[in-house]
């Protein structure tokens, strides 16, 4: 969902993320400071980038959830293979 409603700034959101926070994406409105209330309940307790998932152009490169543990360690051998590699003519 393309929206400056959480933010006033148009950003990209997950709408499952939306509806589980019990706001219809449909309905959303704008980012319009004059017509946003930042003190409201109307998204309940529900904070942008923690309840509602923001989403780029690099989305479409996620291909599974793992672990952060899973992930930090594949991170940590893809970082020392490639380190390996350039500092074999050092």
């Known amino acids: 969902i393309y929206s400056s409603k959480f933010t006033g700034v ?8 939306i509806v589980k926070a019990g706001l219809d994406p449909d309905t959303l409105g ?8 930042f003190g ?7 904070k942008v980038w923690k309840d509602i998932w923001g989403c780029g152009q690099g ?3 996620v291909k599974q959830i793992v672990p952060t543990a899973e992930l930090v ?11 390996k590699e350039l500092c074999q003519g050092c």
């Open 10 to 17: 148009h950003g990209n959101y997950l709408r499952p993320s």
């Open 30 to 37: 704008n980012g319009d400071p004059s017509q946003m209330s």
């Open 40 to 46: 409201s309940k109307d998204g309940g307790d529900a």
């Open 59 to 61: 989305i479409g490169a």
């Open 73 to 83: 360690a594949r991170l940590k051998a893809e970082y020392e293979a490639a380190r």
